[in-house]
């Protein structure tokens, strides 16, 4: 295989996954300007909102969500999900 298939197969998959992830992100949860950070697949840090939670919107399912917790806490994910399209962090 040439390296030439190999780019253009990447090309192809990351255009077939954005397109999905454009698709799915619509309905995940709106999530407010850098109160948190290091915001992983399954974990979120809340540094300064008064209460966040960590989600993951899932490909043709509803949005799994972490606890809400307040400063300087870590909302977790209970199981890794799955189909995930894109994560993150929504405070209130």
């Known amino acids: 295989m040439s390296i030439k298939n190999v780019l253009l197969g990447v090309a ?15 309905t995940a949860p709106e999530a407010k ?3 948190y950070g290091s915001v992983t697949l399954m974990q979120g840090k809340n540094n ?21 917790v307040g400063k300087g806490k870590i ?10 399209v894109s994560y993150g ?3 209130r």
Request: hydrophobic share 45%; glycine share 8%; aromatic share 8%.
């Open 12 to 26: 192809v998959l990351g255009t077939v996954v954005a397109g999905g992830v454009a698709v799915d992100t619509a």
């Open 75 to 84: 909302s977790r994910q209970k199981l890794c999900w799955a189909n995930v």
């Open 48 to 68: 300064s909102c008064s209460s966040a939670r960590h989600w993951n919107a899932i490909k043709n399912a509803p949005s799994k969500y972490g606890e809400w």
């Open 89 to 91: 962090m929504t405070a």
């Open 33 to 35: 300007a850098a109160c």
